[in-house]
């Protein structure tokens, strides 16, 4: 069950919500990794500082999955 006791959450701010991300994902044929390049390119072209992370390397002699799931 969840905590809405399985009632749906509407009003004129979600609906409002729910509209504008149905519209920015079509404009990008709801293709969420072109719209992701698209925002980041958005951002860029503003002048604001845009962070790009170098995805990590494997440790030399650790296995990718040498650690338990935790849970």
Known sequence: ESFLGG????????????????AILES?????????????AKQGSRGH???TLDKKQPRQ?????????RG
């Open 28 to 40: 990008y044929a709801w293709d969420i990794e072109k719209m992701m390049r698209g925002l980041i």
């Open 61 to 69: 002699g650790v296995a990718m999955n040498a650690y338990p799931p």
């Open 7 to 22: 009632r749906k959450m509407n009003d004129e701010i979600i609906d409002q919500v729910r509209q504008s991300r149905s």
């Open 49 to 51: 500082k845009v962070v």
